[in-house]
């Protein structure tokens, strides 16, 4: 009898166990895991307007979203050993910004995860990791920014502020060499002459470039976009000033450094916009169905402060385009 009415409990116990819940019944929600993979520090002020457009969204992190963050602290070495570790943890989502070798990082560690891409010195087109802007394809998108058509219009804009210059030295690497040819070929139309210098093996020395710029008789000082470049930023910034080379860059972070001008697509506004893909894709939308897209914002920067050092008068036009004067 006591046999019996044991297993009846039993039975009953395992019945209630496996039945499925109520229709009204809550389930707990998943919670989407975002993977952020960088070469340098994730919590760079770059990372504040995605972090705060996500919240603008509706993403509260510890609530409704997670997200792992994967820095190679300046050594790209480690990224594809980083990239893989965000495999591992399942992520739902990968967001990769930067240079190419974090893209590329992504890219061989996964096919099947997302990845939302925010590229500044590379073409994602020409480098095969979305088919075209407009249709992706895979499992890529975001925002990218075209520096081709970027070096040409600093070396206008280097021109318009210094109407004399006909020498231009041109600071560039093997990640900048097709912004170079880009500005070769706008120099004729704007009567200057270039002087390419070249960089090799990271971490740059840059003393010698300069030298053979002043030997080179150089009236100003273009520096191409690279990851390797910006990162040199305050020693480029100090040698132009002792060797009296007025510079325009791509990146703010030049002209705050003490680089006469920069001009570029406005880098916070591009990781505001990579949020919004993240938005998308994390509800249920496909990244070969998200088109790429292109910064609408652009920034001009002005370091008065060396234009003074530099004794420079800039002429109107160049000062009425400044969207940001450093004193």
Same mark, same amino acid.
């Given at each position: 009898?006591? *046999?019996?009415?044991?297993?009846?409990?039993?039975?009953?116990?395992?019945?209630?166990?496996?039945? +499925?819940?109520?229709?009204?019944?809550?389930? +707990?929600?998943? %919670?989407?895991?975002?993977?952020?993979?960088?070469?340098?520090?994730?919590? %760079?002020?770059?990372? @504040? !307007? =995605? $972090?705060?457009?996500?919240?603008?969204?509706?993403?509260?992190?510890?609530?409704?979203?997670?997200?792992?963050?994967?820095?190679?602290?300046?050594?790209?070495?480690?990224?594809?050993?980083? *990239?893989?570790?965000?495999?591992?943890?399942?992520?739902?989502?990968?967001?990769? *910004?930067?240079?190419?070798? #974090?893209?590329?990082?992504?890219?061989?560690?996964?096919?099947?995860? +997302?990845? /939302?891409?925010?590229?500044?010195?590379?073409?994602?087109?020409?480098?095969?990791? /979305?088919?075209?802007?407009?249709?992706?394809?895979?499992?890529?998108?975001?925002?990218?920014?075209?520096?081709?058509?970027?070096?040409?219009? &600093?070396?206008?804009?280097?021109?318009?502020?210094?109407?004399?210059?006909?020498?231009?030295? /041109?600071?560039?690497?093997?990640?900048?060499? $097709?912004?170079?040819?880009?500005?070769?070929?706008?120099? !004729?139309?704007?009567?200057? &002459?270039?002087?390419?210098?070249?960089? &090799?093996?990271?971490?740059?020395?840059?003393?010698?470039?300069?030298?053979?710029?002043?030997?080179?008789?150089?009236?100003?000082?273009?520096?191409?976009?690279?990851?390797?470049?910006?990162?040199?930023?305050?020693?480029?910034?100090?040698?132009? #000033?002792?060797?009296?080379?007025?510079?325009?860059?791509?990146?703010?972070?030049?002209?705050?450094?003490?680089?006469?001008?920069?001009?570029?697509?406005?880098?916070? $506004?591009?990781?505001?916009?990579?949020?919004?893909? @993240?938005?998308?894709?994390?509800?249920?939308?496909?990244?070969?169905?998200?088109?790429?897209?292109? +910064?609408?914002? =652009?920034?001009?920067?002005?370091?008065?402060? #060396?234009?003074? *050092?530099?004794?420079?008068?800039?002429?109107?036009?160049?000062?009425? &385009?400044? $969207?940001? /004067?450093?004193?």
């Amino acid at each position: 009898m006591r *046999a019996g009415t044991g297993a009846l409990i039993l039975g009953l116990t395992l019945a209630i166990i496996s039945r +499925p819940l109520p229709s009204g019944a809550q389930q +707990p929600a998943k %919670v989407p895991r975002i993977g952020i993979l960088g070469a340098g520090n994730p919590r %760079v002020p770059l990372y @504040v !307007p =995605f $972090d705060q457009r996500l919240r603008e969204l509706g993403y509260i992190e510890g609530q409704n979203f997670a997200s792992e963050f994967r820095t190679a602290e300046g050594q790209p070495e480690r990224l594809p050993e980083l *990239a893989a570790e965000l495999v591992r943890l399942k992520v739902d989502l990968i967001f990769a *910004a930067g240079s190419e070798a #974090t893209l590329r990082a992504a890219r061989q560690a996964t096919s099947t995860i +997302p990845i /939302v891409m925010v590229a500044v010195d590379y073409d994602s087109v020409a480098l095969g990791y /979305v088919a075209s802007l407009a249709r992706p394809g895979g499992s890529i998108t975001g925002v990218v920014l075209n520096q081709l058509e970027l070096a040409a219009k &600093r070396l206008e804009l280097l021109k318009q502020a210094l109407p004399r210059v006909t020498r231009v030295a /041109v600071l560039w690497d093997a990640i900048s060499a $097709d912004q170079l040819k880009a500005a070769q070929a706008a120099a !004729p139309s704007l009567g200057v &002459r270039l002087q390419p210098l070249e960089l &090799r093996n990271p971490p740059y020395e840059f003393e010698s470039a300069f030298r053979a710029a002043v030997g080179g008789r150089a009236g100003a000082l273009l520096i191409l976009a690279s990851a390797n470049l910006v990162r040199g930023s305050g020693r480029l910034a100090e040698l132009a #000033t002792q060797r009296r080379l007025p510079s325009i860059a791509g990146n703010p972070i030049y002209a705050e450094a003490g680089i006469l001008m920069s001009y570029g697509a406005s880098l916070p $506004d591009m990781f505001r916009r990579a949020a919004e893909y @993240v938005d998308k894709i994390l509800k249920g939308a496909k990244p070969a169905d998200l088109p790429v897209e292109q +910064p609408m914002r =652009f920034e001009m920067v002005l370091n008065l402060k #060396t234009a003074k *050092a530099l004794g420079l008068t800039l002429p109107q036009s160049i000062l009425l &385009r400044v $969207d940001k /004067v450093i004193q």
